[in-house]
């Protein structure tokens, strides 16, 4: 098993590791970031049964398929699964599936991969079983294509003609208490804790349940508690021996709209720091619901006179490092549960320090709401005011946006965050984004786009349209 090239999350793939481990199976596990040739190099050497990919962020799956395609040029026999919280039943039928002729499986979870790789290693199933995924991933692929028909979109002209309606007229937007970047090279994980969001822990673990409810859940309450008993356990000893160091970074610049889906980022000589682009829905809508793109919650810039008001964004990128030298120590002694557990929590951790630092954006560094007064058990519902959309998340899914992301902020230099060939963040443990403070500002998912759109971003990104094609392929009906 691999989490493939240019991503570095694991945390699944582990998982999924223990519980075939614990059902007999042996499991050569190649770690993150591994290149097909070294997978599928290893895999013919030690004479596998089946091959896992796992990947977390969408330009993955692209990889998934050149793996696939990679087998077949080879020759490989052995079925190849697919799983990671990017890649879906859907992706699997349509784009790697056929790229390769001896199976092909896509693996929701942990708990399936173990009848799954039973009825591929079972020569009284196998071909059963890969016959009837065979037929499933056809009638897939056959949906996938009436679907695709069936979408409604209203043109790209239309669709900026209807966003998001803001009455701009008596808005002044709040200047920046601080403008360019701040540093933050060890923050307190004492404070970072506090704002820890327990329920995606859970979910980590394959708990269903709210937190903290689910902590007396009749069914998993007990094993719920212990959980998070021994979560509290490691987070005691990752504070107070130090284990983990919290770096982050991040700025605000002035925001000078300059067309309904460019945003030019300056500094304060007016210099132009950066192009943003982003992308608008263009699926049909009901009357009266706006067509949204983030660039809408920037106020429209008009040259001179007293509408020469700008309007400013934001930026960051966290950090949780040195996790390497504890996982190892956990590698050593066998101890898969605290490696999970180790990993899980430094995800707690990264996330927890983006919602400690834009509660401090808000209040402090922006200052746009000084005196928010809300709970931090609420502050996951997002019930606050302003954005933190991250490349990637449906909002803005063009990852490429985080070169420019990374440039205003030296993410890399100020925090310690390398970006892999299919951008994802290393360390692991990493997140970044925007900061928009409009009331209105809000999330969404930008859906499908059709092609009098991509032709005109492809235009604006000034990059070849195969690159383009490749980074937004989720997109793109
Ligand atoms: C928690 C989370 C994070 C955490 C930790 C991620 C992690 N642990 O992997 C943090 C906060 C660090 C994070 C960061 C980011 N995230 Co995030 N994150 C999630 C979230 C909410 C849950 C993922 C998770 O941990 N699930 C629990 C684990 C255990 O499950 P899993 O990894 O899926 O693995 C299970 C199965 O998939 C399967 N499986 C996995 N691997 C394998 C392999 C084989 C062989 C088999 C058989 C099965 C199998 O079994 C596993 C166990 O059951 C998802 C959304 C979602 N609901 O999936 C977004 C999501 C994965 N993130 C996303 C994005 C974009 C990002 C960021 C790029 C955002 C940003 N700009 O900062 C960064 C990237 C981080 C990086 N280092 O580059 C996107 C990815 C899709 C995309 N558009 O690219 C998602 C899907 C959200 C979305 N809807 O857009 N993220």
Known sequence: MATVKG???????????????????????????????????????????????????????????????????????????????TTSRMHTAVKIAQQYDNGVVYVLDASRSVTNVGNLLNKDTKEQFLKSIDEEYSKLRDDFANKKSAKQYI??????????????????????????????????????????????????????????????????????????????????????????????????????????????????????????????????????????????????????????????????????HGIEPHLQKFIDDLDDYNKIMLQALADRLAEAFAEVLHKRVRTEFWGYIKDENIPVEELVKEKYQGIRPAPGYPACPDHTEKYKLFNLLGATENAGIQLTESLAMYPGASVCGWYFSHPESSYFGVNKISDDQFQDYVRRKEMSVEEMSRWLAPVLD
């Open 155 to 320: 043109s790209f002209a239309e669709a900026q003609a209807n966003a998001v309606k803001i009455d701009w007229s008596n808005y002044v937007p709040p200047t920046p208490a601080l403008l360019g970047t701040k540093i933050f090279a060890d923050y307190d994980l004492k404070e970072i804790r506090q704002y820890i969001d327990w329920g995606p822990f859970f979910i980590a673990w394959e708990m269903k349940g709210k937190f903290p409810e689910i902590l007396n859940d009749a069914h998993v309450g007990v094993e719920a508690t212990k959980l998070y008993n021994d979560a509290n356990a490691l987070l005691d000893k990752i504070v107070n021996e130090k284990w983990l160091t919290a770096k982050g970074v991040i700025g605000f610049w002035e925001a000078v709209k300059i067309a309904p889906d460019t945003v030019v980022l300056k500094d304060t000589h007016g210099k132009d720091l950066a192009h943003l682009e982003s992308l608008r829905q263009q699926i049909k809508k009901a009357p009266g619901q706006p067509s949204f793109s983030l660039a809408d919650f920037i106020k429209p810039y008009t040259f001179g006179g007293d509408n020469e008001i700008k309007d400013y964004m934001g930026a960051f990128a966290v950090s949780i």
């Open 7 to 85: 991503d570095v999350h694991d945390i699944g793939k582990n998982i999924v590791g223990v519980v075939l481990g614990c059902n007999g199976y042996d499991i050569i596990d190649l770690g993150v970031m591994v290149p097909a040739d070294k997978i599928l190099d290893t895999a013919i050497r030690e004479k596998v049964d089946v091959i896992g990919l796992s990947g977390l962020i969408t330009p993955s799956l692209d990889e998934m398929v050149h793996v696939a395609k990679e087998m077949k040029r080879r020759g490989m026999t052995q079925p190849l699964l697919i799983g990671g919280a």
